[in-house]
């Protein structure tokens, strides 16, 4: 394997459009020059990237299936001759915007600085993407017969807009059931077994709009809504605590009316943004919301209230005794030469809609969650590297029962 140093001398224009899948750095440069920007960049384009270096391994079968223009999900699968455990591999595709702070380095130049690899998505999550490409390129170059079971690649489109690709990937049947998924968010190579659910919700206040110096002729949407959010404040409150994630929280975090200052407003919205923990049932949350909803009509007859779920996500519990648990600690655990534990993220990922149709979920990536959708995002090169290791480590242990795979 080449070392940083020598990278980091050839990280310039000849390697612009090069997607050199022998080369994991120089493969992981190649994914974040190309733009993937939800609704902005071409998901696509980074599609075909991954699915060339995919089918020049020659045994893979590789399906794009496109969502929209610039839009899609890849499916990846390689078999071996032996039953065995279906284990996908899982990241997403697009980045959050580069915002509007400039960047000392150039967000889609991949610059290599002192063993740091800059650019959009060079935590969040391109390098762990590329890093499980290579680990199932590693397990694909081997002989079906070294290995037992089904080994899958599912890059995602639209992630951080809510997990949509993931979404039509299970709904369509696009996905099929699994036993165990890895999905390469960044964790700092640890790993995270269970992560909060997300609940969106947005409360229109509906009211009668008439002049400001007339407020009697119309219905104040502002101060309808008022009295609701005081009552969901106290409602959406819970004693519940998670050893691994703390507390349920609600937070207002939009509140949205009026047109001019002598216009009585006829509108209000305000979003609230809830955050769940396994167990905790979104239904039962959606009625407590209603049922304030109700207090507060018959408290004030003249309000009027609508409610829209933006976003649904539950929180993912994997088991943290499960014996793959216990497989990706002891390789984590040996290969970082310290004792590595199972956590709990706040963040939430597609592993919320994949859970539907699977076993075990495990989220371990390289790059540090705190640098995530930052200016200047970077992953350590070396963590990246090691990613690979520890994946390919991983899938070794848990696709062959028998001592007879090749190690690397
Ligand atoms: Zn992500």
């Keep these: 394997m080449q070392t940083f140093a020598q990278h980091a001398t050839d990280s310039?224009?000849?390697?612009?459009?090069?997607?050199?899948?022998?080369?994991?750095i120089l493969?992981?440069?190649?994914?974040?020059?190309?733009?993937?920007?939800?609704?902005?960049?071409?998901?696509?384009?980074?599609?075909?990237?991954?699915a060339s270096a995919l089918r020049a391994a020659g045994n893979v079968e590789v399906s794009i299936h496109p969502i929209e223009s610039?839009?899609?999900?890849?499916?990846?699968?390689?078999k071996s001759e032996r039953p065995g455990p279906r284990i996908v591999l899982s990241g997403h595709l697009d980045t959050v915007p580069i915002g509007s702070v400039p960047w000392t380095h150039d967000p889609f130049a991949a610059d290599i600085v002192e063993g740091k690899l800059y650019g959009r998505g060079a935590v969040d999550m391109k390098s762990g993407?590329?890093?499980l490409l290579h680990a199932f390129l590693r397990v694909a170059r081997m002989h079906p017969s070294e290995w037992e079971g089904e080994l899958i690649f599912a890059a995602t489109s639209a992630e951080e807009t809510g997990a949509e690709g993931a979404a039509l990937m299970v709904e369509s049947g696009q996905l099929p059931a699994f036993d165990l998924m890895i999905i390469a968010e960044p964790t700092n190579n640890e790993l995270v077994v269970t992560h909060k659910g997300v609940l969106w919700l947005k409360l229109i206040s509906h009211g009668k709009a008439a002049h400001g110096s007339m407020p009697s002729a119309g219905i104040n949407a502002i101060e309808k809504m008022i009295p609701l959010h005081?009552?969901?404040?106290?409602?959406?409150?819970?004693?519940?605590?998670?050893p691994m994630l703390g507390s349920a929280t609600a937070t207002v975090t939009m509140f949205q009316a009026g047109v001019q200052a002598n216009v009585i407003p006829d509108r209000c919205e305000m979003t609230i943004d809830i955050r769940s923990l396994p167990g905790h049932d979104h239904e039962s949350i959606l009625q407590a919301v209603h049922s304030e909803i109700n207090a507060a009509i018959e408290a004030d007859p003249q309000s009027r209230f609508d409610v829209e779920v933006l976003l649904n996500l539950p929180a993912l519990a994997s088991s943290p005794g499960s014996p793959s648990v216990h497989t990706a600690l002891d390789v984590l655990s040996m290969h970082l030469g310290r004792t590595i534990h199972a956590r709990g993220a706040q963040y939430f990922t597609d592993a919320s809609v994949f859970q539907r149709i699977g076993g075990d979920i495990l989220i371990m990536g390289p790059g540090s969650p705190s640098l995530a959708h930052q200016v200047d995002e970077f992953v350590h090169v070396d963590d990246y590297l090691a990613a690979i290791?520890?994946?390919?480590?991983?899938?070794?242990k848990l696709l062959s029962s028998t001592r007879s795979a090749r190690p690397e």
Excluded at 230 to 242: M, V
């Design 389 to 396: 290791d520890i994946y390919h480590k991983i899938l070794l």
């Design 27 to 50: 493969f992981l440069q190649s994914l974040i020059r190309c733009n993937t920007v939800t609704r902005q960049g071409d998901e696509q384009a980074l599609a075909e990237i991954l």
């Design 70 to 78: 610039g839009r899609c999900n890849l499916i990846a699968r390689v």
């Design 12 to 24: 310039g224009q000849e390697t612009r459009n090069e997607a050199d899948a022998h080369d994991p």
């Design 129 to 131: 993407l590329a890093a």
């Design 230 to 242: 005081a009552r969901l404040n106290e409602r959406l409150r819970w004693d519940l605590t998670h």
